[in-house]
């Protein structure tokens, strides 16, 4: 569909399908590393339907973002409630606010308001929810009610934990920053711009691929893994399940922070012109 036949963004779309090739053609749909797996599995076909009704309101982009990021706070906010019941709560919480972070750029794009604000307000919602989410399952591996200064030892755990995941998170950041302080465009979206240049690290970014631990530091990911592991909870108990659980995630996250920055300084990501 070119310009001239699209409709003035301030009006709404006139079909699903219409808005489908607006808001994601192509160059989204395929983009290295920028969508997640639920996406693409299935979140991409169910968010026009959604961002059909958002764009007969006066909502912004920018104003679904906050509506996302608010759902990523009560995320983390449901995992405060003990047992099943708050991991259910979040893991159904996790899916809406992926399914809002489809739909404020398919707002953008069919309004044409994509902004670095937008972007600014996608990170951050992204960086707090996994953030508070993590201290969560400190509070949670604590138990209630909570005994100082002995369940120190948890919160602290899952402060050591966010931490880890915040730095993970911010190496993608962190290229960016020193491509443009070097002058350098956005690095391609290639296989040879990431590829190993050591050789045990390219094995071990092989081996990887058949366990993507580092993938569960994702709000998504943490959400479903914490509802497996409140199943399992029911069996073996809790609060010593969360602990366990906790406990195997902090050198899962260290050693994904490690092997990013090795894969990040083997490969050409910051020099590729």
């Not at 019941?85 to 899916?95: E, P």
């Not at 960086?127 to 949670?140: K, N, P």
């Not at 260290?254 to 490969?267: E, K, R």
């Amino acid at each position: 569909m070119s310009a001239r036949d699209r409709p003035p963004p301030t009006s709404p779309p006139r079909s699903i399908e219409e808005l489908r090739r607006v808001t994601q053609p192509p160059e989204v749909r395929t983009r290295r590393n920028a969508e997640h797996w639920t996406a693409h599995l299935y979140l991409r076909d169910l968010s026009p339907y959604v961002t059909w009704l958002l764009l007969r309101t006066r909502i912004s982009a920018n104003g679904v973002t906050v509506l996302m990021i608010l759902t990523g706070w009560l995320t983390a906010a449901a995992l405060l409630l003990p047992g099943v019941a708050g991991a259910l709560l979040a893991l159904i919480l996790g899916q809406l606010q992926m399914l809002l972070d489809c739909c404020d750029g398919e707002v953008a794009r069919w309004r044409r308001t994509s902004s670095p604000v937008g972007h600014f307000l996608d990170a951050v919602g992204h960086y707090s929810t996994e953030t508070l989410i993590v201290l969560a399952l400190g509070v949670r591996a604590a138990g209630y009610p909570f005994e100082a200064p002995g369940d120190f030892l948890w919160t602290t755990l899952a402060f050591a934990l966010a931490l880890l995941i915040v730095l993970n998170k911010a190496l993608n950041d962190l290229v960016r920053v020193a491509r443009a302080s070097a002058d350098l465009p956005k690095a391609p979206a290639t296989e040879a711009t990431v590829a190993a240049r050591q050789r045990l690290v390219a094995v071990a970014r092989r081996a990887v691929r058949y366990f993507p631990f580092h993938r569960m530091f994702h709000s998504v990911e943490l959400t479903i893994v914490t509802f497996v592991v409140a199943l399992i909870g029911i069996v073996a108990g809790h609060p010593e399940t969360d602990r366990v659980y906790l406990v195997v995630l902090v050198p899962l996250a260290a050693l994904a922070l490690a092997g990013h920055f090795l894969m990040i300084v083997n490969s050409r990501r910051l020099t590729a012109a």
